[in-house]
């Protein structure tokens, strides 16, 4: 299939649909197991105090262990084939959660969110590798602010969505401490609704075109490590390695940011709900940080954007560190870190593509993806550490983001800084990685 000097063609347009129903799915599940542990919950009592944080690693040591697997499928088989196996599957894997919630068991649950986060860990690297694919490469900059932009929107509506249908579960339930069911009608819905939404996302996968598949003469390494191993020393032999650092440190940063949030309801004196509002405004600046980022490069990839966007989420992390304690200074501080943070990582994920060779460009984003991962976990770590351990109250663990902000992110982009200026970039000139 050639490459579409359209936008929003029909493959494009299939992808970002598709995506945007899984992420909903993801967003759903988590949210409602989260829900359902935490104080309260109905399964409150059977992961004690900061029970979350296991859910959290349900989601993120399957992409660790299978993105560097997952992306030498993707380099040798059809990136649209493998989109629709992985569809086929969400919705097998949302019919074992139909069976899991009503059961009320909740590690056959957490067994369910493994598998949807190990089949989203496959899908991963074909779904970004497959936009050089279909788009020109003048597109690529508004492809990626674009699917960020659906990605965040799904995961704040997925979260909105979570509350409603774990309040229907939960009335299934006589009380947290008793799990009896006494309305067992309402257990089906957690189950009914995720496989609705993995037909949904099915559907237009169908569409996409079908995609050149590559030959590779090394045999698919199923250790779960050894691909990352010798993908990061041929990433090293450019720029690609401090490229893939430089994006997987917004992760750490945002995994940071995520979960120090919800401890504002007691600092600002607010409900959860309005708690949740902080999360919306930072998932939807984020979104939309996205997207005028990839209309500004216009036909190009930006680079200067890097840099723009790294000083300002650097700034206003360090503002939501010193500000008065107020829900609208707060908000307005996070939309504001959102923006920049659209500005500094749509440029790095059209880099990551760019330079990545066609032929090994699965290897590559699958190893980054896990890269993300990693330092999403790195992240959850140092908030614990600053939280629990040494008692940083929560708004001041922002100066601690802005700080690793300023050195982190200036460490990598000065080692860039010649990526940086590349003025074959701004003039859309096709470069791939030797």
Not at 5 to 33: C, E, H, M, P, Y
Not at 171 to 177: I, L, R, T, V, Y
Not at 183 to 212: D, H, Q, R
Request: positive net charge.
């Amino acid at each position: 299939m050639s490459r579409s000097n359209r936008l929003f063609n029909r493959g494009f347009s299939a992808l970002l649909i598709t995506q945007f129903f899984g992420a909903i799915n993801d967003s759903v599940l988590k949210q409602v197991i989260i829900l359902a542990v935490a104080s309260g919950g109905v399964w409150a009592n059977q992961l004690g105090e900061g029970g979350q944080a296991y859910v959290a690693l349900c989601l993120t040591i399957p992409f660790i262990l299978f993105s560097g697997i997952a992306g030498q499928i993707a380099d040798r088989i059809s990136k649209n084939r493998i989109t629709v196996l992985a569809k086929i599957a969400e919705v097998g894997i949302a019919a074992l959660a139909l069976g899991a919630f009503f059961a009320g068991n909740l590690w056959a649950c957490l067994g369910v969110m493994v598998l949807l986060a190990t089949q989203s860990a496959f899908f991963g690297p074909a779904k970004y590798g497959m936009i050089p694919e279909l788009l020109t490469e003048k597109h690529l900059s508004k492809a990626n602010g674009s699917i960020n932009m659906f990605t965040n929107l799904a995961v704040i509506g997925g979260t909105l969505a979570a509350g409603k249908v774990y309040t229907h579960y939960s009335s299934g339930f006589q009380s947290s401490e008793s799990e009896a069911p006494i309305n067992p009608e309402m257990l089906w819905i957690p189950g009914v609704v995720l496989i609705i939404l993995a037909i949904v996302g099915l559907l237009p996968s169908l569409l996409i075109p079908k995609l050149k598949s590559f030959d590779q003469p090394r045999p698919i390494d199923l250790n779960p490590f050894r691909p990352y191993v010798q993908a990061l020393r041929d990433m090293a032999q450019s720029h690609l390695l401090l490229v893939a650092l430089a994006w997987s440190f917004f992760y750490l940063l945002g995994m940071m940011a995520l979960l120090v949030l919800p401890d504002f309801s007691t600092l600002l004196q607010i409900s959860p709900e309005m708690n949740n509002n902080l999360l919306g405004v930072l998932g939807i600046t984020i979104g939309l940080g996205s997207v005028i980022a990839g209309f500004i490069s216009g036909k190009h990839i930006e680079p200067r954007l890097i840099p723009v966007g790294a000083l300002g989420m650097t700034l206003f992390f360090i503002l939501l560190g010193l500000a008065p304690l107020s829900f609208w200074t707060v908000a307005l501080l996070l939309g504001a870190a959102g923006l920049f943070g659209g500005f500094y990582i749509v440029p790095l994920q059209s880099l990551l593509q760019h330079l990545s060779p066609p032929d090994e460009r699965g290897r590559f984003l699958g190893t980054a993806n896990a890269l993300s991962f990693v330092f999403s976990s790195i992240g959850a770590l140092l908030v614990r550490l600053f939280r629990n351990d040494m008692g940083i109250p929560a708004n001041k663990v922002f100066l601690a983001i802005g700080a690793l902000a300023i050195l982190g992110s200036g460490v990598l982009l000065w080692k860039i800084r010649a990526l940086l200026l590349d003025p074959s970039l701004s003039k859309g000139t096709s470069k791939e990685a030797s």
